[in-house]
């Protein structure tokens, strides 16, 4: 037998180590012992396959510290998003504002009156805290918040169309991530879908020859993360309300219209970029009869689904049965309600809210940013070479497809290590650094980055032996 087995420490031992025992407080007490098992576990694999041929008590500490240090206590955690992607899907898109946290956190950290009327000292609807604020920003009779955009859409669908027809456009039946397709949303609303035009040019004649009594709804879907162009013609929110309106003067069973905006603005970009988006307000006011939009991603605050519209139709909506399986929780109504708050002032709304300053930042800012990080990465070390360059950002979350973002990013190159070894350090730091690799060198966009970033990214540079 190795005798090497015979060097492997207790776990016991281990377990009263002092530079191991620092950690029990940070962590569990279980937890600590798991990694210390499965380093212990690793060592005997190395072992048997003849890996190492000596063990010492120091090295199986080094070895378990390794393990704690690169473990967090929790799943999911911070990250530092240098991809220049604003609205990141996989990075939790929108940031919210100081607004929206502080307020989750004095609402969530005691009772709340959730769905009591404290006037009147009865229940109340946990809809009533937004619904108001949320119709008197885009102009809506009313609205209703449910827990993504896709939710928001089916509901839509479902509480109007089951067993009718709802007529779309090929060209706006969209596939958006995480395999949100507009058929598929349609067909388990229990609605039927009748597609119109060609996927790029659809008239009026088209919906009109489409319209039957089977029909429910004219649905009209942003197509978010992609255009086409050239040879194209889409049909208008107005041509919509107006065929809608004159099919409905003979009909008992009104054709509803609707419009999926998908990520949904509430602010002209206009007068600050080049970046044209219609905002909601101006889909409402086109008199579309209901408008869905998500709440994380131009909109820059949590999770959630909006539906803004007629008042008719919206309370229709709240009695289908699908409306409490998809209602939101106290933590997103109250993230909801502090980011609302700041759009009844739209130059405090850009500064405040992260996705819209992170939009509108301008490359001089960027620049000093990214020659300041630059400056602090080459005073590590002399292994190091940085560089900044021109790069472009993007909006993300499948929002504003063409729209590029001129920004600047700073270039880590090493000595010894590959572009694809920098990257893996970087995202195995303790905060992990989610950089973007672009021409072949690993670059961190600054326009993404926000304030403690640049701190954790030079810590990922000094704590790594490699690094140096």
Same mark, same amino acid.
Request: aromatic share 6%; glycine share 6%.
């Given at each position: 037998?190795?005798?090497?087995?015979?060097?492997?420490?207790? @776990?016991?031992?281990?377990?009263? $180590? #002092?530079?191991?025992?620092?950690?029990? &407080? /940070?962590?569990?007490? =279980?937890?600590?012992?798991?990694?210390?098992?499965?380093?212990?576990?690793?060592?005997?694999?190395?072992?048997?396959?003849?890996?190492?041929?000596?063990?010492?008590?120091?090295?199986?500490?080094?070895?378990?510290?390794?393990?704690?240090?690169?473990?967090?206590?929790?799943?999911?955690?911070?990250?530092?998003?240098?991809?220049?992607?604003?609205?990141?899907?996989?990075?939790?898109?929108?940031?919210?504002?100081?607004?929206?946290?502080?307020?989750?956190?004095?609402?969530?950290?005691?009772?709340?009156?959730?769905?009591?009327?404290?006037?009147?000292?009865?229940?109340?609807?946990?809809?009533?805290?937004?619904?108001?604020?949320?119709?008197?920003?885009?102009?809506?009779?009313?609205?209703?918040?449910?827990?993504?955009?896709?939710?928001?859409?089916?509901?839509? @669908?479902?509480?109007?169309?089951? $067993? #009718?027809?709802?007529?779309?456009?090929? &060209? /706006?039946?969209?596939? =958006?991530?995480?395999?949100?397709?507009?058929?598929?949303?349609?067909?388990?609303?229990?609605?039927?879908?009748?597609?119109?035009?060609?996927?790029?040019?659809?008239?009026?004649?088209?919906?009109?020859?489409?319209?039957?009594?089977?029909?429910?709804?004219?649905?009209?879907?942003?197509?978010?993360?992609?255009?086409?162009?050239?040879?194209?013609?889409?049909?208008?929110?107005?041509?919509?309300?107006?065929?809608?309106?004159?099919?409905?003067?003979?009909?008992?069973?009104?054709?509803?219209?609707?419009?999926?905006?998908?990520?949904?603005?509430?602010?002209?970009?206009?007068?600050?970029?080049?970046?044209?988006?219609?905002?909601?307000?101006?889909?409402?006011?086109?008199?579309?009869?209901?408008?869905?939009?998500?709440?994380?991603?131009?909109?820059?605050?949590?999770?959630?689904?909006?539906?803004?519209? #007629?008042?008719?139709?919206?309370?229709?909506?709240?009695?289908?049965?699908?409306?409490?399986?998809?209602?939101?929780?106290?933590?997103?109504?109250?993230?909801?309600?502090?980011?609302?708050?700041?759009?009844?002032?739209?130059?405090?709304?850009?500064?405040?809210?992260?996705?819209?300053?992170?939009?509108?930042?301008?490359?001089?800012?960027?620049?000093?940013?990214?020659?300041?990080?630059?400056?602090?990465?080459?005073?590590?070390?002399?292994?190091?070479?940085?560089?900044?360059?021109?790069?472009?950002?993007?909006?993300?979350?499948?929002?504003?497809?063409?729209?590029?973002?001129?920004?600047?990013?700073?270039?880590?190159?090493?000595?010894?290590?590959?572009?694809?070894?920098?990257?893996?350090?970087?995202?195995?730091?303790?905060?992990?650094?989610?950089?973007?690799?672009?021409?072949?060198?690993?670059?961190?966009?600054?326009?993404?980055?926000?304030?403690?970033?640049?701190?954790?990214?030079?810590?990922?540079?000094?704590?790594?032996?490699?690094?140096?």
């Amino acid at each position: 037998m190795n005798t090497l087995y015979k060097q492997i420490p207790q @776990v016991s031992k281990l377990l009263n $180590d #002092k530079q191991i025992n620092h950690y029990i &407080g /940070e962590f569990f007490q =279980i937890e600590v012992k798991n990694e210390i098992e499965k380093t212990l576990n690793e060592i005997r694999v190395q072992i048997r396959e003849k890996a190492i041929t000596e063990l010492s008590y120091e090295s199986v500490v080094h070895k378990i510290i390794h393990r704690l240090e690169q473990k967090n206590p929790y799943s999911l955690r911070k990250v530092v998003n240098g991809t220049g992607t604003i609205v990141h899907t996989n990075l939790g898109r929108s940031l919210l504002s100081k607004q929206a946290i502080d307020n989750v956190v004095k609402v969530c950290s005691g009772y709340n009156n959730l769905e009591y009327n404290v006037k009147q000292g009865n229940r109340g609807s946990r809809y009533d805290h937004v619904e108001g604020m949320i119709a008197n920003i885009v102009g809506s009779e009313a609205a209703l918040v449910v827990n993504n955009n896709a939710a928001a859409t089916m509901l839509s @669908v479902a509480a109007f169309c089951e $067993d #009718k027809e709802v007529v779309v456009s090929r &060209g /706006e039946l969209v596939e =958006i991530g995480g395999s949100f397709r507009i058929p598929d949303i349609i067909e388990v609303s229990r609605a039927s879908l009748k597609e119109v035009g060609t996927t790029n040019r659809t008239h009026v004649k088209d919906y009109e020859r489409a319209t039957s009594e089977q029909t429910a709804m004219y649905l009209k879907v942003h197509p978010s993360n992609y255009l086409i162009q050239g040879f194209t013609k889409n049909v208008s929110n107005d041509e919509i309300v107006e065929l809608a309106a004159n099919a409905n003067k003979c009909r008992e069973q009104k054709i509803i219209t609707m419009e999926d905006l998908g990520s949904g603005v509430f602010i002209d970009f206009s007068p600050y970029d080049s970046i044209k988006e219609n905002t909601v307000k101006e889909s409402v006011q086109s008199g579309i009869d209901i408008v869905t939009f998500s709440g994380d991603k131009l909109l820059g605050g949590p999770q959630a689904g909006i539906i803004v519209g #007629k008042r008719e139709y919206i309370d229709q909506i709240k009695q289908h049965p699908l409306c409490r399986a998809l209602r939101v929780g106290k933590m997103t109504i109250a993230a909801l309600e502090g980011t609302l708050r700041d759009y009844y002032d739209e130059l405090v709304a850009v500064q405040s809210i992260p996705t819209l300053n992170m939009i509108l930042k301008n490359t001089e800012t960027l620049r000093e940013f990214a020659d300041n990080l630059s400056d602090k990465i080459k005073a590590l070390t002399n292994r190091v070479n940085c560089e900044v360059v021109r790069i472009d950002s993007t909006v993300g979350g499948g929002s504003l497809p063409l729209s590029k973002l001129p920004s600047y990013g700073v270039t880590i190159r090493h000595q010894h290590l590959s572009t694809q070894d920098i990257e893996k350090i970087m995202r195995q730091h303790t905060t992990p650094v989610i950089g973007r690799i672009n021409n072949e060198q690993y670059v961190i966009d600054v326009r993404t980055l926000c304030e403690g970033d640049e701190q954790i990214i030079l810590d990922a540079l000094m704590r790594q032996g490699d690094f140096k």
